[in-house]
């Protein structure tokens, strides 16, 4: 048998199918790499008190006592087997079994598997899966479970842990010596164990040092494999050929920063500069650019889009949403001016065009946009997703601007590079701070640069919490908004709900939705509570994702404006918003955010040199986790320790994204987080594997891990269309 062998002719027809549709398991490989969840320790009994009703849970416990009685609705029997774990019991119930009694004896333990019920108040399982652990008839369990520790494997109704297992033995039982992917001279050096014994120290092991071996020899494949492909997939990028595209006097650069209204911060010089010199390359730059919302991360992209305009090409700046996307395009018609405005009247001598194009782009400005963009009339293009399509071409797009790349995949930002004739040049923009670990993994192949300050004359941000038990608070909530309104200025209220119709509200789910909780506040329902009472008289308006874009946009327009004192929003104000003249945001039910959104949305006011403030309202009980998470936001302003928590507190899957998939898929057991170290050795090993052999000819074995993983990444990506 090798990893690739269909899972059938292993196991046979009928299993192979369960492990199909209920793991997505097809291959002996994917099976091997089917981890156990957690191990059971053979007399060591699972807590009881960590069931929940409705879980799938497999857990060991001993039989207590057992009783048969008649079943009143209907005829036949009903077994109930009492099982415990020392403090607490679970009750199982068997329907018309009646010999399991003989099986199931006080005193013996097993692992029982099924579906956590409730009946009159106490939990149960309903004709449960179980394995025997001692006794005459466990005999074979002795072989599928070699040591003390026993495997749980994420199972499902469909096919029980121990069955998982026994798959599992039969094909380690049949394999054959695997060629190992990491180098001889890798393991040596970092005493990692071989695949081969690693995946056998996994599913089978005899003590926890064997297990803990097997898991950091297979951490260390995850990251190795995945820097050799981010190495090499840089190194092909440093050897592409493109059009330097050099910074000329005399053109929009020189007008550009002669106008502008500000100096750049030194961080913000720093990185024009570093961005100036990858733009002179003749290699495509592909980079990161990080920093807080409103560090001026976009004032120093539009600079390097001119240094490309100047030198004969174009810019393409993508951003996530409409709303955000028609606010890049005013703000930069507004810093450009007369050299943003080529073709219309009061033009400068050196001038551009900068036009805009989305999903509700009017279908005549639609082709008079990419009319432009053909022949090169216009230099710069803002738009969202829309520029993605195939008939959107560019004369000669010199330069891709992603914002707030974590909501884009990788693909598309292929796809707007595959619009250049000759390689474009890349920047990614993102305001959340990402820890620099998870940099590696995720943005692995762009070079990074942060923006750390603010700019000058910003006035902090107080942000406080504000509890329900004291209602005076809340309506002191309301009075700072009424203050600030008065004294000129503007606020946001935040909701994380639409209102009406449920479900596709762009609530984001936190990992303490559990308990029955009413809903989370709506747009729809507090929009008219404030209207007509504590902010009755002020000019309030509503912003969410359901509103018409020509509604939203001109919504924006006119808050920006500052003719709308109050604006009851969902999160589509997350991204990039920018009003310096707002200083107060109310968010309601804070805690239904996560960490980094609510950082993000702070980061809406306090953009100008006004005093902001943050009051983000919470049901959450005091020590609760939900309160914590929003206390720690109210705590500090500092976006990567937020980040760093945040990610602590969520799954690898979610930090990746689902534009990731590929790569989720492939982290099974590195921890982007406390793995940090790790993943650091693996890039720099990795880094000088892949300059001392570019082509792996030397190891085959890696050649070929790395060719199965980019095949399933372009298989997922044409899966995903
Ligand atoms: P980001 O994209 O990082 O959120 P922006 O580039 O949109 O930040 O800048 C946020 C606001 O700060 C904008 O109104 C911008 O004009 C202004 N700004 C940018 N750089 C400076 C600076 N050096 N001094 C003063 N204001 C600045
Ligand atoms: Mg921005």
Redesign the pocket.
């Known amino acids: 048998m090798t990893l690739g062998a269909p899972l059938k002719g292993l196991v046979g027809d009928k299993t192979a199918k369960v492990l199909d549709s209920a793991l997505d398991l097809r291959t002996v490989g994917d099976l091997l790499r089917h981890y156990p969840r957690r191990y059971a320790e053979r007399g060591r009994l699972t807590d009881l008190a960590s069931l929940h009703v409705g879980d799938h849970v497999t857990v060991m416990a001993e039989v207590q006592r057992t009783n048969v009685r008649p079943m009143r609705q209907r005829r036949g029997q009903m077994l109930e087997v009492v099982v415990g774990d020392g403090r607490r019991t679970l009750a199982l119930m068997f329907f018309n079994q009646p010999w399991r009694e003989r099986e199931l004896k006080p005193g013996r333990q097993a692992l029982f598997a099924g579906k956590v019920g409730e009946f009159r108040g106490k939990r149960q399982l309903a004709n449960p899966e179980y394995q025997l652990l001692d006794g005459d008839d466990a005999s074979d369990v002795a072989e599928d479970f070699a040591g003390r520790l026993i495997p749980v494997y994420p199972a499902s109704e469909k096919i029980a842990s121990w069955q998982v297992a026994k798959c599992v033995r039969v094909a380690l039982d049949t394999l054959e010596p695997l060629p190992d992917p990491l180098p001889d001279a890798l393991r040596d050096e970092r005493d990692l164990i071989d695949l081969d014994a690693a995946l056998r120290g996994i599913h089978r092991p005899s003590s926890i040092a064997e297990l803990d071996a097997a898991r950091l020899r297979l951490k260390w494949d995850e990251a190795y494999v995945l820097q050799v492909a981010l190495a090499q997939r840089r190194r092909l990028a440093r050897m592409e050929p493109t059009p330097p595209r050099v910074r000329r006097p005399g053109g929009l650069v020189d007008a550009f920063e002669l106008a502008l209204p500000?100096?750049?911060?030194a961080g913000?010089q720093e990185v024009a500069a570093t961005l100036d010199d990858d733009l002179a390359r003749p290699h495509p730059m592909h980079r990161l650019l990080q920093?807080e919302?409103?560090?001026?991360?976009?004032?120093v992209a539009l600079r390097s889009m001119l240094t490309v305009v100047d030198a004969g090409g174009q810019a393409a700046l993508m951003a996530p949403t409409e709303v955000l996307a028609t606010q890049h395009a005013r703000g930069i018609r507004d810093l450009l001016g007369p050299i943003g405005m080529a073709g219309e009247l009061g033009a400068a001598d050196v001038a551009t065009k900068v036009v805009l194009l989305t999903g509700s782009t009017p279908a005549a400005a639609r082709r008079a946009a990419l009319a432009d963009l053909a022949s090169g009339e216009a230099g710069i293009v803002v738009g969202t997703h829309a520029l993605l399509e195939p008939d959107v071409a560019f004369r000669d797009l010199g330069l891709v601007v992603v914002d707030e790349q974590h909501r884009f995949g990788v693909e598309q930002r292929d796809v707007l590079r595959a619009k250049g004739s000759q390689p474009p040049h890349v920047l990614v923009m993102t305001?959340t701070p990402i820890p620099r670990t998870v940099a590696m993994t995720v943005y692995g192949d762009l070079e990074t640069s942060t923006l750390t300050e603010l700019?000058?004359?910003r006035a902090p941000i107080a942000t406080h919490v504000v509890p329900p038990e004291k209602p005076a608070y809340l309506e002191r909530a309301w009075d700072k908004v009424r203050e600030d309104v008065a004294a000129g200025r503007q606020a946001f209220v935040v909701c994380p709900r639409i209102g009406e119709a449920e479900g596709d509200d762009g609530l984001e789910p936190t990992a303490t939705d559990d308990e029955e909780r009413r809903p989370p506040l709506a747009v729809l329902d507090v929009f008219p509570s404030l209207r007509d009472g504590y902010l009755h008289g002020l000019t309030i308006e509503m912003l969410h994702g359901r509103l018409p874009s020509d509604v939203k946009d001109s919504v924006m327009r006119r808050f920006a404006a500052g003719a709308i004192d109050v604006l009851v929003a969902t999160t589509v104000i997350e991204v990039?918003v920018?009003v310096?003249n707002a200083t107060v945001m109310v968010v309601m039910d804070a805690d239904r955010f996560g960490i980094s959104q609510l950082h993000q949305l702070r980061g809406r006011v306090g953009?100008g040199a006004h005093a902001a403030t943050c009051l983000l309202v919470t049901e959450a009980p005091e020590g609760s986790g939900a309160r914590e998470r929003v206390q720690a936001v109210a705590a500090t302003l500092d976006g990567f320790e937020l980040a760093g928590l945040d990610l602590a507190q969520r799954r690898e899957g979610d930090v990746l994204g689902a534009a990731q998939s590929g790569r989720r898929s492939r982290l099974r057991l590195l921890e982007l987080l406390r793995d940090g170290d790790l993943i650091v050795e693996a890039r720099t090993a990795a880094t000088a594997l892949v300059e001392a052999d570019p082509e792996l000819a030397d190891h085959p074995a890696l050649r070929e891990t790395l060719a199965e993983v980019l095949d399933e990444e372009r298989a997922e990506y044409l899966e995903k269309g």
Do not use: Y
Request: net charge positive; charged share 20%.
């Open positions: 500000f100096t750049l911060t913000q920093g919302v409103g560090s001026g991360k976009t004032v305001a700019p000058k004359g990039g920018d310096p953009r």
